[in-house]
């Protein structure tokens, strides 16, 4: 067959069923209802004389024929979208779009102030609407175009575009000014003797905390970081964060920081967007303001 005879549209509802594994699923990220979808399948499986897909454990799953078309089919698009958008210039000083950005609160604190204050010289008509997505739904928003970026420490997400803003941070321990263990944390003794603040969010330290025996110490579960200082400042109990919110934090607060030795590997905040924006002069535009913002490397 010519690709004069297939209609285009077919291969868009394609590609997605082939991403998402689930009609339903695929059906939402197109904005069209499922039985439509079904049908444009319907249509493509006469025309490619393939089932393409079968039904599977939660969905379906791509026959081989598929998978060797999906390569092909994802690749066209992304050449058809680069050349339907390269001619658009952005101007910044012009713009009204409104930009979806995943942050996570401390990926908020690191960048977020600076971000919109640069941001509002450049192009006050611009909009940033920031979000905390749950891990496991930032990546299906990226591919679907609910989110135009994700910032934050995001060691799980993969199958995207990326670009280091801030490496090499370690954990340390939040605790109050004057808190009678600050000096000794570096001991595991020491270590013992704290009650803990936990965010749930941030799985790094609830698991160090968890391999060092001390999960039964976590005395307060938050959902995010900004409340614990605060708490910290009145009380005895401590957070181990990422070193530099914790210095912020210790600023604004009168807190303590205190060093740590658990053997965690560093942290890396990370910017991720997918190839449907790669080669959009407005996203583009984000991506750099967001990478200027980056600190000097220590």
């Known amino acids: 067959m010519h690709v004069r005879d297939l209609d285009l549209n077919l291969l ?7 991403e998402t594994r689930n009609v339903s699923r695929a059906a939402e990220r197109l904005s069209l209802s499922q039985p439509a979808v079904s049908h444009a399948l319907t249509r493509l499986r006469l025309a490619l004389h393939d089932p393409l897909f ?6 379906v799953v791509p026959t081989p024929k598929a998978d060797r078309f999906a390569t092909q089919v994802v690749q066209a698009l992304q050449t058809l979208d680069v050349a339907l958008n ?6 910044a000083a012009r713009s009204v779009r409104r930009f979806a950005v995943h942050m996570s609160d401390i990926g908020a604190d ?13 192009a006050s008509g611009v909009c940033i609407e920031a979000a905390q997505l749950a891990p496991e739904a930032i990546a299906p928003a990226l591919h ?3 989110l135009d970026l994700a910032v934050g420490f995001l060691p799980g997400l993969s199958g995207t575009e990326s670009a280091v803003l801030l490496d090499n941070e370690r954990y340390v321990a939040l605790v109050r000014r004057g808190h009678p263990l600050a000096r000794r944390l570096k001991q595991r003794e020491a270590l ?7 965010v749930a969010s941030h799985i790094e330290p609830a698991r160090a905390l968890h391999l060092l025996g001390l999960q039964s110490r976590v005395r307060l579960t ?5 409340v614990a200082p605060a708490i910290i400042a009145k009380t005895d109990l401590a957070m181990v964060m990422p070193s530099s919110p914790a210095e912020r934090f210790a600023r604004r607060f009168g807190l303590a920081v205190a060093e740590l030795q658990l053997g965690l590997p560093p942290i890396t905040v990370t910017m991720h967007w997918t190839w449907r924006h790669a080669n959009d002069g407005g996203h583009r535009w984000l991506r ?11």
Not at 12 to 18: D, L, R, T
Not at 86 to 91: D, K, M, P
Not at 192 to 198: C, D, P, T, V, Y
């Open 12 to 18: 868009h509802v394609f590609a997605a069923v082939h």
């Open 54 to 59: 079968v039904r599977g454990s939660g969905g």
């Open 86 to 91: 390269e001619n658009e210039r952005f101007v």
């Open 110 to 122: 690191e960048f977020l102030p600076r971000l919109m204050a640069d941001v509002g010289r450049a």
């Open 144 to 146: 679907d175009g609910r």
């Open 192 to 198: 013992e003797q704290l009650e803990f603040i936990l």
């Open 222 to 226: 938050l959902p995010y970081f900004t």
């Open 288 to 298: 750099e303001r967001l990478l200027a913002l980056r600190p000097p490397r220590r």
